[in-house]
T-cell receptor, first 113, second 111 residues
Framework: DGGITQSPKYLFRKEGQNVTLSCEQN?????MYWYRQDPGQGLRLIYY???????QKGDIAEGYSVSREKKESFPLTVTSAQKNPTAFYLC????????????FGSGTRLTVV | GENVEQHPSTLSVQEGDSAVIKCTYS??????FPWYKQELGKRPQLIID?????GEKKDQRIAVTLNKTAKHFSLHITETQPEDSAVYFC??????????FGTGTRLKVLA
């Protein structure tokens, strides 16, 4: 998927369960991002990371956690504290600085069962 | 905080006609202005972008114009085709590493 891979494509979560979404890129991009998209809605920023071992909260970080131990990887954990996690999750990456646009992964569709 | 508004929210045009989508932003420090196209169930893809030192950029049937004084930029699609049907998002830069996405415009091209 253009150098950025998200897995799985579909994920089902039971009530009270934590789940982790994977995002890997081989584009040598410094910055990585997680967005949430609800049906018919725009994209809302959950977390972003500019460099390894550093990340910042976005607009809707509550109930989510991330790590950035490697430049290539930026996994997102949806915790049980996120009460309405059903959504389409998109990971993106960008070269250093914000003037190059994003490359998006193909997304993970998370459903609570 | 930063505010991004996109209009219209839906747009229907006849095949071959032109479509224009406008994005208004509030962060005067923004200097990068991309447009993304998202087809149903797929990821957004960057289709055109413009930087603040340029007023207009064109790539075949699509163009972007920027009015930095008025804080708005627009996407122009000419000779629309059915495959142009999608949701389009503006996402002006906000700070060094962030973009704020507009709420999207659903474009329908009627054959």
């Amino acid at each position: 998927d253009g150098g950025i891979t998200q897995s799985p494509k579909y994920l089902f979560r039971k009530e009270g369960q934590n789940v982790t979404l994977s995002c890997e890129q081989n584009l040598n991009h410094d910055a990585m991002y997680w967005y949430r998209q609800d049906p018919g809605q725009g994209l809302r920023l959950i977390y972003y990371s500019q460099i390894v071992n550093d990340f910042q909260k976005g607009d809707i970080a509550e109930g989510y956690s991330v790590s950035r131990e490697k430049k290539e990887s930026f996994p997102l954990t949806v915790t049980s504290a996120q009460k309405n996690p059903t959504a389409f999750y998109l990971c993106a990456s960008s070269p250093q600085g914000a003037s190059y646009g994003y490359t998006f992964g193909s997304g993970t569709r998370l459903t609570v069962v | 905080g930063e505010n991004v508004e996109q209009h219209p929210s839906t747009l229907s045009v006849q095949e071959g006609d032109s479509a224009v989508i406008k994005c208004t932003y509030s962060d005067s420090a923004s200097n990068y202005f991309p447009w993304y196209k998202q087809e149903l169930g797929k990821r957004p893809q960057l289709i055109i972008d413009i930087r603040s030192n340029v007023g207009e950029k064109k790539d075949q049937r699509i163009a972007v114009t920027l009015n930095k004084t008025a804080k708005h930029f627009s996407l122009h699609i000419t000779e629309t085709q059915p495959e142009d049907s999608a949701v389009y998002f503006c996402a002006p830069q906000s700070g060094t590493y962030k973009y704020i996405f507009g709420t999207g415009t659903r474009l329908k091209v009627l054959a």
